[in-house]
């Protein structure tokens, strides 16, 4: 099976800021929009941020102005760039599809914002 791999997460203080990368499928990257997930502790699996096939880009009210998705130019990789961090965005976070395909969930990447 094929996983995409999410990296880049850590701990931060609040404000702080963090870059995460996604691996994956060049395939899907290509054909599918895509979408960065998160989940903290006992909460739903939430989409927070979805680029299309076109570069169009969405995000959760809860991110936006603060995180900017992005595909990298060969559309091998895709990113997110976190900024002005707070306690809330505390979670794991997983790239995918958009509609998500359940079995190239990954591991997914911690992020915690505390002080």
């Known amino acids: 099976q094929v996983q995409f791999v999410e990296s880049g997460g850590g701990s931060v203080q609040p404000g702080g800021s963090l870059r995460l990368s996604c691996a994956g499928s060049g395939i899907i990257f290509r054909r599918y929009a895509m979408g960065w997930y998160r989940q903290a502790p006992g909460k739903q699996r939430d989409l927070v941020a979805r680029i299309n096939i076109n570069g169009l880009t969405t995000y959760a009210d809860s991110v936006k102005d603060r995180f900017t998705i992005s595909r990298g130019n060969a559309n091998d990789a895709m990113y997110l760039q976190m900024n002005s961090l707070k306690p809330e965005d505390t979670a794991v976070y997983y790239c995918?599809?958009?509609?998500?395909?359940?079995?190239?969930w990954g591991q997914g990447t911690q992020v915690t914002v505390s002080s």
């Open positions: 995918n599809a958009y509609p998500s395909i359940w079995q190239y």
